[in-house]
């Protein structure tokens, strides 16, 4: 910790601080608050101190947000930004702001934050303090559906971080490059990036975003129809949260295993896992793994001819879809509700909600999603030329899908998956052409 500018910390505060910032580093979060608990009780009341205090309430909030406390990381963030008078501090404070606006959802109170934590490290050439911001707007724009602004300014933080030679957070500028990639169906890309990530993060034994990235990896492996390299991702994953006690992130890596068993055959203990990682997101507060979570819930009641908790389940995804206010969100539960009412023998009313679908993923290009939507409305569709049409599109979003990939195992295993394989047949395509 740099001091010169700071009066003399009495020694006792100071190892505190500095034991307390050690423990965070080494993922140790309880014992961060305890530490730093008893540095800030050590403090005598008086304002000199006040850049001393903002600092250790700076570094006890990233204990709390680990924790998934957000009320109490909010406090300290904005404790941190009040007292401080230090322009970096000042942005690493709002770049906690926006963590957790973000976390909870608020997308537009948290990009509010980051811009104006960007203005201010580069004011003051924090590289930083600048990094931290760039990855955080590209985090924001990735979840709202801007693809290409996320990749701008997710780029930008990768450079700072490998200028300033910063491993820790060039990995995890790379898990959210991969997550962009993944989300515009570039599934190649996102298993580079994703495998990268990793690599630095197991040499740094960063257990925690080691995590973060063996689920990622699963993730892109299922969108390929490799559930057996997908399932033994995501069942590492959540071996390491149980042993590490991660809560913050063991949602996702629930419904990612619910989602892997429902695809391989295991309804009931898929459908179990669901709904454990649905209470488990709802009680964090977590609205966008609640959306995903939902989104995979309702496919699963519909296929266990389930269809009344299925319709419950699609009218809370809309309403969450809604409070997130974000096309990536909106798409999927359009997405739901055509299948739905499709279900019901409703065909006229499924196709405009597909069609909708399609223009929110659009937005986004998310070829992943967009091959699945022209697939489904070829079939719903009766004028059998405009049906044609659709699947002949889903056809080359597949093309484009496919021909990135490098792993020829892999790549065959995509263009013979069933759902995959049906399209192409229907495109009169050879998938052994791709």
């Not at 929110?360 to 998310?366: P, R, S």
């Not at 699945?372 to 059998?384: N, P, T």
Request: one cysteine or more.
């Amino acid at each position: 910790m740099q001091t010169e500018n700071l009066p003399a910390i009495p020694t006792e505060s100071l190892n505190l601080y500095q034991s307390g910032r050690e423990a965070v580093t080494k993922q140790r979060y309880n014992d961060a608050v305890d530490l730093l608990n008893q540095c800030l009780s050590s403090i005598p009341q008086d304002s000199q101190y006040d850049e001393f205090l903002a600092r250790t309430h700076q570094a006890r909030g990233e204990a709390y947000w680990f924790l998934a406390d957000y009320d109490a990381a909010e406090t300290d963030f904005k404790t941190a930004l009040d007292i401080s008078q230090t322009p970096t501090y000042q942005a690493l404070a709002l770049i906690g702001l926006g963590d957790v606006a973000d976390y909870q959802g608020n997308y537009e109170a948290a990009s509010a934050f980051y811009s104006d934590a960007l203005k201010r490290a580069i004011n003051t050439g924090s590289l930083r303090a600048v990094g931290l911001a760039y990855r955080g707007l590209g985090i924001v724009n990735r979840r709202q559906g801007n693809a290409e602004m996320a990749l701008s300014h997710l780029t930008q933080a990768l450079a700072v971080f490998r200028q300033s030679g910063n491993a820790r957070e060039q990995a995890r500028v790379l898990t959210s490059i991969g997550r962009v990639r993944y989300a515009r169906g570039e599934y190649q890309q996102a298993i580079s990036a994703h495998s990268e990530s990793l690599k630095i993060l197991e040499s740094l034994k960063d257990r925690w975003r080691t995590v973060l990235a063996l689920n990622d990896l699963g993730e892109c492996y299922r969108a390929l129809y490799d559930l057996s390299t997908a399932t033994t991702y995501h069942t590492r994953a959540l071996g390491l949260v149980e042993a590490y006690e991660a809560d913050v992130i063991k949602p996702d890596i629930q419904r990612n295993l619910g989602v892997d068993l429902i695809s391989s055959g295991f309804l009931e203990e898929g459908l179990a896992y669901l709904n454990q990682a649905l209470r488990n997101a709802q009680k964090l507060g977590n609205r966008e793994q609640e959306a995903l979570i939902l989104y995979s819930l309702a496919r699963a009641q519909r296929e266990n001819g389930d269809l009344d908790h299925a319709i419950s389940t699609v009218n809370r995804l809309e309403q969450v879809a809604d409070e997130l206010d974000a096309d990536r969100y909106r798409a999927l539960a359009f997405w739901r509700r055509a299948e739905t009412l499709f279900a019901q023998d409703k065909r006229e009313e499924a196709i405009p909600h597909i069609q909708n679908a399609m223009l929110a993923a659009q937005t986004a290009l998310d070829r992943g999603l967009l091959w699945k939507l022209h697939a489904a409305l070829g079939q719903m569709v009766a004028d059998e030329a405009i049906a044609q049409v659709h699947l002949n599109i889903a056809a080359d979003f597949i093309r484009q899908t496919a021909e990135p990939l490098q792993d020829p195992n892999l790549k065959t295993r995509f263009l013979n998956a069933a759902p995959v394989l049906a399209i192409l047949s229907a495109a009169n395509i050879d998938p052994s052409k791709i």
